[in-house]
């Protein structure tokens, strides 16, 4: 699959391109193209992952799912509604969705189920994850007494989300508001979870976005793609070290072996990691969209 790395739609404008993602503004619609670009710790990548967009548009089955937990900004129409060119449809044919716009809120929705990544780190020198005390004695990637929600701040373009309290998401969104995203959250991780484990992948985390859509919480951008989400495969899991993994967990993994330091311009992937992402993400859409 050739690689995409910038849409282009005629007759349809562009507000801006994230990381990965192409949006463009229809007034109270959006179209969000999901490009093959890759991001690592918050930088772009110069070297895409061919079908990476169409995985991550494909785990679109999640909203469907989970739409009893939460409402989705999914407006359930198709993008010939709005674009009319056809060899424009054909070129976002299966990268694009046409969405509700929503009122972003200016935190994100972490869930961690086991201990890894920036929570491990933390846990290690005072036992806590994000301020919330976790059991003594706990090794890397163990499975948590129970998920923990665990917020961080939505950095502007260029800058580095940071994890921040419970009580400092209150003082973002609101008390009532925050008590809400984390209750949704965690049971929208946990249904996850549970669909997950029996086709052999566990979930250690994901990020959840949520907005407002004329004043109700709705779940937004992506929900339990590789991006936003750590997959373990179940039959090799073994705590107390860190673990494989079907997101881009391995292309960070790489990116800190050659020893970069997280700051632009990113070194370019070579074929052979290129190729082996390209499969982790396939892997882990087949088995988690298999229904039954």
Not at 127 to 151: K, M, N, Y
Not at 209 to 238: C, H, I
Not at 254 to 272: I, Q, R, Y
Request: aromatic share 8%; net charge negative; charged share 25%.
């Amino acid at each position: 699959m050739e690689a995409i790395v910038q849409s282009n739609v005629p007759g349809l404008v562009l507000a801006f391109r994230g990381k990965v993602r192409d949006v463009y503004d229809l007034g109270d619609r959006l179209v969000i193209v999901a490009t093959d670009r890759i991001s690592a710790f918050d930088v772009v990548l110069p070297t895409p992952i061919p079908g990476k967009g169409w995985v991550l548009t494909s785990s679109n089955f999640w909203f469907e799912h989970l739409k009893d937990v939460v409402p989705n900004h999914l407006t359930g129409r198709p993008l010939s509604d709005v674009v009319s060119d056809p060899a424009a449809l054909a070129a976002i044919d299966g990268r694009a969705v046409l969405v509700h716009k929503c009122e972003p809120l200016k935190v994100e929705a972490i869930v961690r189920g086991y201990l890894a990544g920036s929570g491990w780190s933390e846990y290690k020198k005072k036992g806590t994850v994000c301020g919330i005390p976790l059991p003594a004695g706990l090794t890397e990637s163990a499975r948590l007494p129970e998920p923990i929600f665990t917020p961080s701040t939505k950095a502007p373009a260029g800058q580095h989300d940071e994890n921040i309290t419970f009580e400092q998401a209150q003082e973002i969104v609101g008390a009532e508001l925050t008590k809400k995203v984390r209750d949704v959250s965690i049971e929208l991780y946990e249904r996850a979870a549970a669909w997950a484990e029996p086709r052999g992948i566990l979930l250690a985390d994901t990020k959840f976005e949520f907005g407002l859509r004329n004043g109700e919480l709705t779940l937004m951008d992506e929900a339990l793609t590789p991006d936003s989400s750590r997959f373990w495969p179940k039959d090799v899991y073994q705590p107390g070290r860190a673990q494989p993994s079907f997101d881009k967990q391995f292309v960070r993994d790489w990116l800190n072996g050659v020893g970069w330091d997280h700051t632009p311009p990113a070194p370019e992937l070579p074929a052979e990691i290129v190729t082996q992402t390209a499969a982790k993400y396939r892997e882990a859409l087949d088995r988690l969209a298999v229904r039954g």
